[in-house]
């Protein structure tokens, strides 16, 4: 019964944070958005995180439904998210281009209710959601150049609008 409430924990995570985060302004979330464009160990930090989380996620349901084939599909595709330059090249993508993370959204869900790839669709839907909050490579190269980079020391709440 503990697994289960785990699982719905895990789906409701997939509603919860974009909801209380996207494009938030408070301080914690700006220190976020400036970390994320600052710095590469921070992005690769973020991308093994959700590595981390994928890989509890399938270990939550493996116990829970230990007779389930699926999960090999989705555990393919966390071993794929173990290279950082994939992992960035896949959330970077998905954050740019608005029509692949409509369909990739759309297959998530379709995915999801198929029998024995719900675990797969759940994965895509946490890369998704760990797509929102990455920086684009439009972000990435203004923010770099140091002639074209936004001042936000005096309003630090407007890096939400930069960074989205």
Wanted: net charge positive.
């Amino acid at each position: 019964m503990t697994w289960k409430i785990l699982i719905l924990f895990y789906l409701a995570l997939l509603v919860a944070v974009p909801t209380a985060l996207y494009k938030n302004r408070r301080l914690f979330m700006t220190k976020f958005y400036r970390r994320m464009l600052d710095s590469e160990r921070a992005r690769k930090f973020y991308t093994q995180v959700l590595l981390i989380v994928l890989l509890l996620f399938h270990y939550v349901y493996a116990r829970c439904n230990s007779e389930d084939f699926g999960i090999v599909f989705s555990t393919i595709v966390c071993a794929t998210l173990y290279s950082f330059r994939r992992a960035d090249r896949w959330l970077r993508r998905l954050h740019d281009e608005r029509k692949t993370f409509v369909y990739a959204a759309l297959l998530a869900v379709v995915i999801a209710a198929v029998p024995h790839l719900f675990t797969l669709g759940v994965t895509a839907g946490y890369l998704l959601l760990a797509a929102l909050f990455y920086p684009s490579g439009r972000e990435l190269s203004e923010w770099a150049d140091e002639d074209t980079r936004p001042d936000c020391r005096e309003h630090p709440e407007s890096l939400s609008d930069i960074y989205y």
